[in-house]
């Protein structure tokens, strides 16, 4: 028996469609009003603002009020510098149970004897890293009530896609980032071109993990959340998120406008793979073109990694990861059908074991394209000569 | 057939002439990579399949055998036996005991004796260093690590759930034994997606409380092929012990606010769950959160919870048993953080919660082996798994009606010492809902004859 011919992501969602509710311009004020109260509350612990906040009756729900308090501590974070104080003083002063009062301050006198402070400031200090009993600070001043909406919406976007097994995203402008960081975060992502081929129509781009050709399953949710800030980019999409929320199984969208803050992607601390090649081949003097335009192919999208220019000739170098004989065998047709010569460039620890076929070969319109294969690295020599070498170009 | 490990499943590609990955039962069409894709864990069942089909197959898919050098203490009887029945249910299964008994050790030897490449999944940041170190003890060769900041893999490797979640996608085909520490989280806690995405045929869960129902627990590891309780080792490889339920009395103040909460808080829970049809707590949260009247409900029981958790008559008591076993190692557990945070600071102990970071939950620990600090307060950091030895007494001011919960508590005091007894009190204030609670939790206890009565 088959469980699945199609991935659960192309298979049409049955589950009614509601918007995703998010924070918007009209949350401002009452987000105004909290950040008043956290500017009376700073220096005192963050359970004294949490009940100040109960007592003010903001009218929001206490999920909106946790949610803009959430993005508030992401703001502001600090923790580090607290904790390593307080650990220092607990080290100090906590110790066998102290049982009666005069216990108890000798223990704090004789901690804050040895560390000239008063006792006062021992007992302040002692659980400055805590969640509820750090002090509030707001160290870049006070934040823009939107900037805590923006923040407050990634969040609430990525808890949603926590639960989710799939996602399908509709974009009508680059959607190369997203395509290149769910590859990265090792998501299963299938884009073809919607509607129209001429360039007017969105790029559909389906979400989803491999276990999630199986059954529906939560575990990709992280690894989906990865792709919300970048549609802070992005002046229109459809964000449709497939999952199993309370109250049953639903697909929750979510569409301009809403404010998403700019948030720096966290950086590699290792050149990519690509980059390393684009150096080497910099330095044999060879031009590059870094992430070129991705090309339409009839219902699909091709995403090349870089484009190289060798002697007058340019090709294009695309790094594939995990891959099968017919995927490749695909991707090199793909490429010949727009017309664009293409090295793919195939990490041999993941692939299908070479062929014959992974030579220089030439597809309709005498377009060449050739696998070159790599393991860790991707050596700049080799490609060079496989450029020279290829059948149709001529290097002299 | 050519068979590959990818991102926690297998890619089946056709040979010419092989069996069409189609038939293949489970098998998924992959549009990315124009593949078949069956789940990593069907590995064993599809290589046997195939092989009886007599089709040939390129099986990219080996997990590592492992050096030997182990240094094992001698098992007890119950680990030899325990470690026997999971190997003749074709080493998959979980085996059930106390805590304090050495389910550790049972591991230990699994992996020693199968010989090949294993991950231990545990759930906490602590259970990893305690896992660590005790592999480091016994295995000469560096171990894995993955969680809390390290991301190592070795050939036998200790990961925390969270981690091998991420994890396991990339790493899943290296282990042919998987280890899974309080296995009674599998299907919660621990996703039942981490045991899908891993290849090793070899399975072996600890707990010491299994599910009455194993459900997916049954479906990824197996079985319960070995179980005993406490009062199977009380005396032996447990030290014998005695419970004493301590009540306690509210003060007026508190009981007419208590008395108010409640009326509150039931009035709504009432009505909404008569509306409802008999919903789940979850439901009834859910609901409640729409309406004015049910947040202040919802308000209305934590308040009342937070009441329960440390009252006067709470505050007196644990003073009072503190002073009583004075210099003895003793466990204080509460309901939430927030009452471990008050009692710390109340009396100066030390609180070991998710908040206090790795080095200084090492340092607190070893300062508590030593004997250096005499009391910890927790609320469930505690509770599971953690290596605390030689601990007497055990405090429990408050917690849930989980008996399962109290069994692990309890477990905490339970490590054998010449000449000890364990003594557990267990702090419950009269005519609320805590004296249900603890009906509840010893009849839990009873009916998994965990606890051999002895209620003082």
């Given at each position: 028996m088959i469980a699945a011919l199609q991935p659960a992501a192309s298979r049409p969602p049955t589950a009614p469609i509601t918007s995703l509710r998010l924070f918007g311009p009209e949350d401002e004020p009452w987000i105004d009003e909290l950040l008043d109260l956290v500017e009376q509350s700073l220096g005192e612990p963050w359970r004294v603002l949490l009940e100040r906040i109960e007592d003010a009756a903001l009218r929001r729900s206490p999920t909106q009020v946790a949610a803009i308090l959430g993005a508030l501590r992401r703001v502001t974070g600090g923790r580090d510098e607290r904790a390593r104080v307080a650990r220092k003083l607990r080290g100090k002063v906590l110790g066998h149970p102290a049982l009666d009062r005069d216990a108890r301050d000798a223990r704090i006198a004789c901690a804050a004897a040895e560390l000239g402070l008063e006792p006062a400031d021992v007992e302040g200090l002692l659980w400055a890293d805590l969640a509820r009993e750090r002090p509030v600070v707001l160290p870049r001043g006070r934040p823009a009530a939107r900037t805590l909406v923006g923040f407050a919406n990634v969040d609430r976007i990525q808890r949603c896609m926590r639960r989710a097994s799939s996602i399908e995203l509709r974009v009508w402008s680059e959607s190369t980032a997203l395509v290149r960081t769910g590859a990265r975060c090792g998501l299963i992502v299938v884009v073809s071109r919607a509607g129209s081929h001429d360039g007017d129509g969105p790029t559909l781009l389906q979400v989803t993990g491999p276990l999630a050709l199986f059954h529906a399953t939560t575990v990709y949710g992280r690894a989906l959340g990865a792709l919300v800030p970048l549609l802070a980019d992005h002046a229109r999409f459809t964000l449709d998120i497939h999952g199993d929320f309370p109250g049953g199984p639903r697909t929750l969208r979510v569409e301009p406008p809403v404010l998403l803050p700019p948030v720096p992607l966290p950086r590699s601390k290792s050149p990519s793979l690509i980059e390393r090649l684009a150096r080497d081949l910099e330095r044999a003097g060879c031009g590059v073109e870094r992430e070129p335009p991705p090309i339409a192919c009839g219902a699909h999208v091709l995403y090349p990694d870089a484009a190289v220019v060798h002697r007058g000739v340019r090709m294009l170098v695309e790094v594939i990861g995990f891959s099968t004989h017919a995927y490749l065998a695909e991707k090199r047709a793909r490429y010949a059908a727009v017309g664009q010569p293409v090295v793919l460039c195939v990490d041999s620890t993941r692939a299908a074991p070479s062929s014959a076929s992974d030579g220089g070969a030439k597809g309709k319109n005498e377009v060449t394209s050739a696998v070159l294969r790599f393991c860790r690295r991707i050596d700049a020599a080799a490609l060079m000569t496989m450029i020279e070498g290829l059948p149709g170009q001529d290097c002299s | 057939m050519r068979i590959r490990f990818d991102r926690g499943t297998l890619v089946l590609e056709a040979d010419a002439g092989g069996e069409d990955p189609a038939q293949i039962p489970g098998a998924a069409w992959d549009d990315e990579v124009r593949a078949w894709r069956v789940p990593a864990e069907a590995h064993r069942e599809l290589a046997v399949r195939l092989a009886d089909s007599a089709v040939r197959i390129s099986d990219a898919v080996v997990p590592r055998r492992i050096d030997g050098g182990w240094q094992l203490p001698a098992l007890r009887w119950y680990q030899e036996a325990a470690l026997a029945s999971w190997h003749a249910a074709g080493s998959r299964g979980v085996v059930a005991l106390p805590t304090g008994s050495g389910k550790t050790l049972v591991a230990l030897a699994a992996i020693a004796r199968l010989g090949v490449a294993a991950l231990v999944l545990v759930p906490t940041r602590v259970l990893l260093d305690q896992w660590a170190r005790a592999l480091a003890a016994c295995w000469p060769y560096p171990i894995g690590r993955l969680g809390d900041g390290d991301h190592r893999v070795a050939p036998i490797t200790v990961a925390t759930y969270a981690s091998a979640t991420m994890w396991a996608p990339r790493i899943g085909d290296q282990f042919g034994l998987v280890v899974i520490d309080e296995a009674h989280h599998v299907g919660a806690w621990c996703p039942a997606e981490v045991l899908e995405m891993l290849v090793a045929p070899a399975r072996l869960g600890l707990t010491a409380t299994p599910p009455p129902e194993l459900g997916v627990l049954g479906r990824r590891v197996g079985p319960v092929v070995y179980a005993l309780g406490i009062?199977?080792?009380?005396?032996?490889?447990?030290?014998?012990?005695?419970?004493?339920?301590?009540?306690?009395?509210?003060?007026?103040?508190?009981?007419?606010?208590?008395?108010?909460?409640?009326?509150?808080?039931?009035?709504?829970?009432?009505?909404?769950?008569?509306?409802?049809?008999?919903?789940?707590?979850?439901?009834?949260?859910?609901?409640?959160?729409?309406?004015?009247?049910?947040?202040?409900?919802?308000?209305?029981?934590?308040?009342?919870?937070?009441?329960?958790?440390?009252?006067?008559?709470?505050?007196?008591?644990?003073?009072?048993?503190?002073?009583?076993?004075?210099?003895?190692?003793?466990?204080?557990?509460?309901?939430?953080?927030?009452?471990?945070?008050?009692?710390?600071?109340?009396?100066?102990?030390?609180?070991?919660?998710?908040?206090?970071?790795?080095?200084?939950?090492?340092?607190?620990?070893?300062?508590?082996?030593?004997?250096?600090?005499?009391?910890?307060?927790?609320?469930?950091?505690?509770?599971?798994?953690?290596?605390?030895?030689?601990?007497?007494?055990?405090?429990?001011?408050?917690?849930?009606?989980?008996?399962?919960?109290?069994?692990?508590?309890?477990?905490?005091?339970?490590?054998?010492?010449?000449?000890?007894?364990?003594?557990?009190?267990?702090?419950?204030?009269?005519?609320?809902?805590e004296v249900e609670y603890v009906r509840r939790r010893r009849a839990g206890l009873a009916d998994a004859q965990l606890v051999a009565g002895g209620f003082a």
């Open positions: - | 009062d199977d080792l009380a005396g032996d490889a447990l030290a014998p012990y005695v419970l004493h339920t301590v009540p306690i009395e509210l003060t007026r103040d508190e009981r007419l606010r208590y008395r108010e909460l409640r009326g509150r808080f039931s009035a709504v829970y009432s009505e909404l769950i008569r509306a409802l049809g008999g919903a789940t707590w979850y439901e009834f949260v859910r609901a409640a959160s729409r309406t004015v009247e049910g947040r202040r409900a919802l308000e209305a029981w934590r308040a009342y919870r937070a009441l329960l958790g440390y009252p006067a008559g709470k505050r007196a008591a644990l003073r009072e048993l503190l002073a009583r076993h004075a210099g003895q190692r003793t466990l204080v557990f509460t309901a939430d953080n927030a009452t471990a945070y008050t009692i710390a600071r109340e009396l100066l102990v030390m609180p070991v919660t998710h908040e206090i970071g790795k080095l200084e939950r090492a340092a607190v620990l070893e300062r508590f082996r030593t004997g250096e600090i005499s009391a910890l307060v927790s609320s469930q950091v505690l509770d599971e798994g953690l290596d605390v030895p030689d601990a007497d007494v055990a405090i429990i001011v408050g917690g849930s009606a989980s008996a399962r919960r109290q069994v692990q508590r309890i477990g905490r005091v339970l490590r054998p010492r010449d000449g000890k007894r364990a003594v557990i009190y267990e702090l419950a204030v009269g005519e609320t809902t």
